[in-house]
Antibody, heavy 124, light 108 residues
Framework: QVQLQQWGAGLLKPSETLSLTCAVY????????WSWIRQPPGKGLDWIGE???????SYNPSLKSRVTVSLDTSKNQFSLTLSSVAAADTAVYYC??????????????????WGKGTTVAVSS | SSELTQDPAVSVALGQTVRITCQGD??????ANWYQQKPGQAPVLVIY???NRPSGIPDRFSGSSSGNTASLTITGAQAGDEADYYC???????????FGTGTKVTVL
């Protein structure tokens, strides 16, 4: 049973850098994408970015200039950094495993394992 | 457009059937996944791909699609199904994921 355990600083000041890490336990790191998603208070889910086991990344265009997703394969961990945070970055941040499949030649991707979430507040 | 629109809220009587919809032009080309999120908890995958249920998800959850609309049906809703539900897909052309606006399901 794959589990994701995440951690990081929960209170930041404006202009600081958010840093979160997610560790993968009980499963392979390779063959999957690993994503970060956030959820502002009372709002919906918003995808931030992802990385695969080879280090190939993809980011939400709205955050791309401030986001870096990296990985440490020796520790089965991946990390999120978000620079120059502001109050609008206040949210619960989740890490998730992205699995994939195909049906009649159509490929699809889905987030099948999630971390418990880390609450990050940005306030002066 | 890659946006996904869901009704903000729906209600269903205990034991009855409810269908939650997700609309977006991109759904003509991609399957929608569905996630259940209860207050204070992380989302849980309930339907993925054409109509697949992860291990442990009851068979009262099913998915379907027609044109630009994907649907999640809960047949025989239980009190424990009360939650927010989100659809999503991965846009392979833009290499990004899109989530729907979310639907709050209330079981009466």
């Amino acid at each position: 049973q794959v589990q994701l355990q995440q951690w990081g600083a929960g209170l930041l000041k404006p202009s600081e850098t958010l840093s979160l890490t997610c560790a993968v336990y009980g499963g392979s790191f390779s063959g999957y994408y690993w994503s970060w998603i956030r959820q502002p208070p009372g709002k919906g889910l918003d995808w931030i970015g992802e990385i695969n086991h080879r280090g190939v990344t993809s980011y939400n265009p709205s955050l791309k200039s401030r986001v870096t997703v990296s990985l440490d394969t020796s520790k089965n961990q991946f990390s999120l950094t978000l620079s120059s945070v502001a109050a609008a970055d206040t949210a619960v941040y989740y890490c998730a495993r992205v699995n994939s499949g195909s049906s009649w030649g159509d490929h699809y991707y889905y987030m099948d394992v999630w971390g418990k979430g880390t609450t990050v507040a940005v306030s002066s | 457009s890659s946006e996904l629109t869901q009704d903000p809220a729906v209600s269903v009587a205990l034991g009855q059937t409810v269908r939650i919809t997700c609309q977006g032009d991109s759904l003509r080309n991609y399957y929608a996944n569905w996630y259940q999120q209860k207050p204070g908890q992380a989302p849980v995958l309930v339907i993925y791909g054409k109509n697949n249920r992860p291990s442990g998800i009851p068979d009262r959850f099913s998915g379907s699609s027609s044109g630009n609309t994907a649907s999640l049906t809960i047949t025989g809703a239980q009190a424990g199904d009360e939650a927010d539900y989100y659809c999503n897909f991965r846009d392979s052309s833009g290499y990004r994921y899109v989530f729907g606006t979310g639907t709050k399901v209330t079981v009466l």
